[in-house]
């Protein structure tokens, strides 16, 4: 099954917005969308998706200070876990709050939303054919703070623990340009990433002192 997968860097903090999109039924997801709005149009059009939902990963300003003006062109659902959905209740009647498990139909690719809270309690991944986009959660040789008002570093050893059972062919697109590789294989990220080698081999204490915590 095809997939169309853009990742666009915007603002000054290096944001990955996603576009995923089932290139047949032109059918597309926004992930994330903030900073530069025009840009994320722009790229919907080049391509000629049409934008059915938006899925954020977590509800911190640098992913989500582009939703209401997406809503303005696009009167399209928001998928957000509901933990963190009190930060979007501004969106009312487009706000879904969702769980871990629930499946979004993108044309005819099915996305799943995997809950892993750590960074904030209602971080979410979405993982479709064999991508995870991952947020703030895992970054290509990181991953995310653990030392904000609603982070919690042992939930993010689970939750990391939780992407290391996904399969090895999975790649992951992080919310962030931290690293030189925009995207990179699971497989990869389990030995080189410290953050995840840590939490999948290790016990908790391991990874808490590798956090500073
Ligand atoms: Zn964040
Ligand atoms: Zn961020």
Not at 89 to 110: M, Q, T, Y
Not at 143 to 158: F, H, I, Q, T
């Amino acid at each position: 099954m095809g997939i169309g997968v853009k990742q666009i860097e915007l603002g000054p903090l290096a944001n990955f917005i996603y576009l995923i999109a089932d290139p047949v039924a032109r059918d597309c997801a926004v992930v994330d969308p903030a900073w530069d709005v025009p840009e994320i149009s722009k790229a919907l059009a080049e391509n000629g998706w049409n934008l059915s939902k938006i899925i954020i990963t977590h509800n911190h300003p640098d992913h989500t200070n582009g939703v209401g003006r997406m809503l303005k062109a696009h009167d399209v659902p928001v998928y957000v876990h509901r933990a963190d959905s009190y930060a979007l209740r501004e969106f009312g009647k487009n706000v879904r709050s969702s769980e871990s498990g629930d499946k979004i139909r993108i044309g005819a690719l099915e996305a799943t939303l995997l809950h892993t809270p750590g960074h904030t309690e209602g971080s979410q991944c979405l993982w479709v054919e064999d991508r995870l986009v991952s947020g703030d959660t895992l970054f290509i040789g990181g991953c995310g703070r653990v030392d904000l008002p609603n982070s919690d570093p042992e939930k993010m050893y689970r939750s990391l623990r939780k992407i290391a059972t996904l399969p090895d062919k999975t790649l992951v697109f992080p919310g962030h340009h931290y690293a030189e590789a925009r995207c990179a294989p699971l497989l990869g990220e389990k030995g080189g990433n410290p953050y995840l080698k840590v939490s999948a081999t290790r016990g908790l204490e391991d990874f808490l002192s590798l956090v500073g915590m």
